[in-house]
């Protein structure tokens, strides 16, 4: 079981966590969303929950809550431009299908 950020994604995450008083990482997960069903999720950790499992990575710590660590399990976490905007990237080796826009994923049946 693992979380990977790559270098940028890492320095990023270690940036804003060194800004931001309270923050203990990366808080890294998924919500019903779109049209197929899930979305990534990213924020600042500020709590460690007694379902999380956490990984840490060179200092930085990431915070997966137990509901989304069987669809999150083993993802790399990226950092970089898409369109006009930068965001976190993705590449989840649960995902089976993803929307055409992208914003969403489905995994096999047994996840669900």
Do not use: Y
């Not at 966590?17 to 309270?22: K, M, N, R, S, Y």
């Not at 998924?30 to 600042?44: E, F, P």
């Not at 950092?79 to 994923?105: D, I, M, V």
């Amino acid at each position: 079981m693992a979380i990977h950020l790559t270098p940028v994604a890492f320095a990023r995450v270690q940036r804003f966590v060194e800004q931001t008083p309270g923050a203990l990482g990366l808080r890294f997960g998924v919500t019903r969303t779109g049209c197929s069903g899930w979305g990534h999720t990213t924020d600042l950790a500020r709590e460690q929950r007694e379902d999380d499992t956490v990984f840490e990575q060179d200092g930085v710590r990431i915070f997966v809550d137990a509901e989304s660590l069987a669809l999150v399990d083993g993802t790399e976490i990226d950092f970089g431009k898409q369109g006009l905007s930068e965001t976190f990237l993705f590449r989840n080796p649960n995902a089976t299908a993803e929307c055409g826009c992208g914003e969403s994923f489905t995994t096999d049946e047994t996840h669900r």
